[in-house]
């Protein structure tokens, strides 16, 4: 697939915990190669970056195909003209949650998110925060009941983690199936309790 005909999608870095989860995704997404990668980071998710993981913006930037600047309300991604697959906020922090819950498309990320509403097109909200506030609860219904969807980066015990990798690609693997980019290597599936229930496929079942 040349670089002209993959699919689009727009991957947002905002200012909350978890720069990790944007860094791993975008390199999974690298390595998978079907999509062509659309990248907008808030001055905020800069910081963050830079405090949690040691690395500037340029290092995040180098990960993605396209680079936008969260300032220039005027770029592609911000119209429903340039098709896209859709978009993801990862990590998505609660300043960014209540812009997009409200409309408020200050910047190129929450329009970018803003067009993705309006076009009916998946936006995935990675967003971190605890505890939650009130405002935080209500801004989370707002953006669902506008079809967004919510997903914090809640760690899966029953998978076992043994590493930080481990607990973030397991969301990553989860963000991916949003979008239904195969990933195999990822994460691990629940296949369910067999040993304990004894679930068993028939000869001849679909695969
Ligand atoms: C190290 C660090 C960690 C932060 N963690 C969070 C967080 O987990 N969730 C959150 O909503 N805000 C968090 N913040 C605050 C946001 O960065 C801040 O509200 C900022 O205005 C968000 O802007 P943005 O949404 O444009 O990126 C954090 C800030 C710093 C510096």
Not at 3 to 20: E, N, Q
Not at 144 to 152: C, K, L, N, R, W
Not at 169 to 179: A, C, E, N, Q
């Amino acid at each position: 697939m040349s670089a002209d005909t993959k699919p689009r999608l727009v991957v947002g870095i905002s200012g909350a915990s978890g720069a990790v989860i944007g860094v791993r995704l975008l390199a999974a997404l690298r390595r998978i190669g079907t999509h062509e990668t659309h990248l907008i980071v808030s001055a905020s998710g800069a910081v963050t970056a830079a405090q949690e993981l040691g690395i500037t913006r340029n290092d995040l930037e180098t990960l993605a195909d396209v680079v936008h600047n969260v300032r220039d309300v005027g770029a592609s991604i911000a119209s429903g003209s340039f098709v896209t697959s859709g978009m993801v906020i990862a990590p998505c922090s609660m300043k960014t949650l209540a812009a997009v819950a409200n409309g408020f498309a200050d910047n190129l990320l929450t329009r970018a998110a803003d067009v993705m509403l309006k076009e009916r097109r998946r936006l995935v909200l990675v967003a971190r925060e605890t505890p939650l506030n009130l405002a935080h609860l209500r801004n989370m219904t707002l953006a669902t009941e506008m079809g967004a969807i919510v997903m914090p980066p809640v760690p899966a015990f029953y998978a076992h983690p043994k590493t930080i990798e481990d607990v973030v690609d397991h969301t990553v693997g989860r963000i991916l199936d949003l979008f239904s980019i195969e990933h195999r290597e990822i994460a691990r599936r629940w296949n369910g309790l067999a040993e304990e229930f004894g679930t068993r496929r028939n000869e001849g079942a679909d695969e």
